[in-house]
């Protein structure tokens, strides 16, 4: 059976905006789940407009990839639509459903699409199926593809199948998520996936100010490299620009593809230089570190900035920015062991109650465990917009002209900093995808943001 343990993150200092301390906005204190007295029951503990946050920025902590990027809500997605079905199964709810807020707000979002796809036997030839609450389970969520895979056709048409739903949920930005080598354990029983795609446009564009092929230094003993830097030619209520204790950030508000309101922000946030970056110019390995430990503590500051009335003047203190354009592709990744370490166990080794098995003429319940989650991503930042995909396949094994005024300053991202692309919805907030920019790979070759009619 598969095994899976839980760690809890790094506690941290909480970042505070730059902002008129008046305000009715300003941010509060919220008890970490890392403080003694609750770390034994942090999924308890923690209130339920938060726990969808700490859940996420755990797996982004987790993250230390260059060249990739991971889309940590589709991960809750595909997990949280198999733990309902486990759930569905108990007389009680079950204890790690406290791991999920409540509230399935987040849940809901467009342009997300999940499967099930159950192999039709066992390798003795028993007949498998989805249990009457599993089924019964899917229709309540919604939209739930399900799909029998059969042995007979072989691991890679199983795997062309799925990754043929894949490839058009994601709109061709993710075409292959498993490989019929994922496939081939005849203790295979069940695949799950959760693949989505989000598009938006930034409220203020980087409108005409490019410049480009622009020295970006990366971080402590990495190449530098060069990039497409995206720059305001002035200050804007939509890209608010904050200091915590140990990085300088900024938040680019968004709007929908068609022009609608957005919880959606994209987040950059720039470690504190340091004697590294003195000498060097690049963003050390301890300052990121710092700062990604720091940021998740933050979500009362973000919350509390984007609350702020548009019609309240900007602080003296507001800066322009000046963002790389950003394209990474994610092939296919192991995700199994972050999700062991953070994921409840029994989401990992326990999964009963979703398939049955026909043994002596009859179906019973048959447990399972992950024997892998595989994740694969897609992010485009341009001057005026957003793209994101992401898809998780969790496989599951049988367990048996005036005076020019004075130069405000900028913010500019030219050396290793983090990157969020975040929901601030009041309910759920959560970490959509992230990303830690280390050298110009996906930088240099980004591409700029089509023309518009």
């Known amino acids: 059976m598969c095994s899976a343990s839980q760690t809890s993150p790094n506690s941290s200092k909480r970042a505070s905006p730059e902002r008129d301390t008046e305000t009715n906005a300003s941010p509060k204190k919220t008890k970490s789940v890392d403080e003694p007295e609750a770390v034994a029951m942090d999924i308890v503990t923690v209130a339920d407009n938060r726990k969808l946050w700490n859940a996420t920025t755990k797996f982004s902590q987790h993250w230390a990839s260059d060249t990739d990027a991971i889309g940590v809500r589709n991960v809750m997605a595909v997990f949280y639509m198999l733990a309902k079905m486990v759930a569905a199964g108990h007389a009680e709810r079950p204890a790690f459903m406290d791991y999920f807020p409540k509230n399935e707000d987040w849940f809901k979002y467009v342009g997300r699409f999940l499967a ?16 009457d609450t599993a089924t019964r389970t899917a229709k309540e969520i919604g ?3 399900i799909q029998t895979l059969k042995a007979t056709d072989g691991a890679d048409a199983m795997a062309d199948l799925i990754n043929a739903d894949c490839n058009k949920a994601t709109h061709e930005k993710i075409p292959e998520i498993v490989k019929g080598s994922d496939l081939e354990d005849p203790r295979l029983q069940l695949v799950a996936l959760a693949a989505e795609f989000i598009q938006g446009k930034l409220s203020s564009p980087f409108k005409n100010d490019t410049e480009e092929d622009v020295a970006f230094h990366g971080t402590e003993g990495g190449e530098s490299g060069t990039c497409h830097m995206m720059r305001q030619k002035e200050v804007t209520r939509n890209a608010l620009t904050f200091k915590g204790d140990s990085f300088e950030a900024t938040i680019l508000a968004t709007t929908t593809s068609k022009g609608g309101e957005s919880n959606i922000k994209l987040v950059a946030v720039l470690p504190n230089a340091d004697d590294v970056t003195k000498e060097t110019k690049q963003t050390s390995k301890k300052a990121m570190n710092e700062a990604a430990a720091e940021f998740v503590e933050s979500i009362d500051t973000l919350e509390a900035l984007v609350a702020t009335p548009y019609n309240q003047s900007l602080p003296d203190v507001q800066k322009k920015v000046q963002l790389p354009r950003i394209e990474r592709k994610m092939a296919p990744f192991d995700l199994t062991d972050i999700c062991g370490k953070e994921l409840p166990e029994p989401l990992m080794n326990d999964l009963r109650y979703i398939t049955e ?19 694969a991503t897609y992010i485009k930042v341009d001057e005026t917009s957003f793209e994101a995909a992401a898809a998780t396949a969790v496989i599951a094994f049988r367990s048996l002209g005036a005076d020019e005024p004075a130069p405000t300053e ?11 692309l975040v929901d601030l919805s009041p309910e759920t907030p959560h970490v959509l995808y992230h990303a830690r920019i280390e050298s110009d790979n996906g930088l240099k070759a980004a591409p700029k943001a089509p023309k518009e009619d």
């Open 143 to 145: 939209d739930v593809k």
């Open 116 to 131: 099930l796809y159950v192999k039709d036997v066992t390798s003795n030839g028993d007949l498998v199926r989805l249990s």
């Open 357 to 375: 098995v026909k043994t002596e003429g009859e179906f019973k319940m048959d447990p399972m465990c992950v024997s892998k989650v595989v994740h």
């Open 410 to 420: 900028v913010l500019r991202f030219d050396r290793g900093f983090l990157f969020y």
